[in-house]
């Protein structure tokens, strides 16, 4: 289990104390920790922990997910592909990059190409099956750079960018 952040518009923002750090710390290292565990961990009682975690979540500035280890799902590869296209709005495109199980981020960008996409198959035979025809042969794609990722030296689902109140 991981801990994302998710602040939204609209979401009301909350300032986080030194106990909500903790809590949050204990769940990023396990997020099935139940409330009386990070309550006696803290101090608290598992009341006082339930409340601030559903203040946490219903402000949208934390959820606790489950993350997929890619490898023990039965995926040996990880690619980076940048996308050209054409002939069609990169937000058509990507909305249909986007249906395909094995991609699991697609950002429309600005530079050299205007999608990129992180997906992950199986083996080679897979990887050509999704690259060639179903990718390369979809309407609006011009070209294809995949990068085929050969050791992963940082894949931290849980990074979350929190700033301490005293922090500009």
């Given at each position: 289990m991981a801990l994302s952040s998710?602040?939204?518009t609209g979401a009301a923002q909350i300032e986080l104390d030194d106990t909500d750090h903790?809590?949050?710390?204990l769940l990023r290292a396990d997020g099935r920790l139940p409330y009386r565990s990070i309550a006696r961990e803290l101090g608290l009682t598992e009341?006082?922990?339930r409340a601030r975690v559903r203040r946490l979540e219903d402000s949208r500035t934390m959820r606790v997910v489950a993350v997929t280890?890619?490898?023990?799902a039965g995926y040996g590869m990880l690619l980076a592909i940048g996308v050209q296209v054409e002939n069609r709005s990169p937000e058509d495109v990507a909305r249909e990059l986007a249906t395909i199980p094995e991609v699991f981020s697609v950002n429309v960008v600005v530079g050299a190409?205007?999608?990129?996409?992180?997906m992950v198959a199986e083996d080679q035979a897979a990887l050509h099956r999704l690259l060639q025809q179903r990718i390369?042969?979809?309407a609006g794609v011009r070209r294809l750079t995949p990068s085929l990722a050969v050791n992963v030296l940082k894949n931290q689902?849980?990074?979350v960018p929190f700033?301490?109140?005293e922090s500009p």
């Open positions: 998710q602040r939204q903790r809590i949050i710390a009341a006082t922990v280890d890619i490898e023990a190409q205007d999608l990129e996409i992180l390369a042969n979809m689902p849980d990074w700033h301490d109140a």
